[in-house]
C-alpha cells in the first residue's frame, strides 16, 4: 500500500481529504504510482503530468524520504520506506514569484 500526500488544490480537485492510499502493482517507481492515481482518480488526469508527454507539470514537485524525486526518470524506483507504506510519497506544489 503506497500513501500519497496531495497539494491542496488536488486533493479539492480528488475529492478527498487526507493521505490517498494506492494499491501498485509490481515495483513502485514514480510511474507507477502516478499510474495508479490517475488511474484511483481519473480527475488528476493531466494535472500532475502532461497528457501527451507524460512529464511532470511544473510548479509540482515529488518528494521521498525527504528526497526530492523530480528530475529523476520516471521508472526510478521508489525506496523501501514509501513502497512498505512506512512514509508517504509526498506531491508538492512548488512556489514561484517574488
Do not use: N
Amino acid at each position: 500500500m503506497i500513501r500519497v500526500v496531495l497539494p491542496q488544490h488536488l486533493r479539492t480537485l480528488a475529492h478527498v481529504s487526507g493521505e490517498v492510499k494506492l494499491e501498485v502493482e509490481g515495483r513502485a517507481t514514480l510511474r507507477s504510482v502516478l499510474d495508479a492515481l490517475e488511474s484511483a482518480y481519473p480527475m488528476l488526469c493531466g494535472t500532475i503530468r502532461d497528457h501527451v508527454t507524460q512529464q511532470r507539470r511544473p510548479f509540482l514537485r515529488f518528494f521521498a524520504c525527504e528526497e526530492d524525486l523530480s528530475h529523476e526518470p520516471p521508472d526510478t524506483p521508489l525506496p523501501d520506506a514509501v513502497a512498505s507504506g512506512a512514509e508517504p510519497f509526498l506531491i508538492v506544489g512548488a512556489i514561484a514569484g517574488g
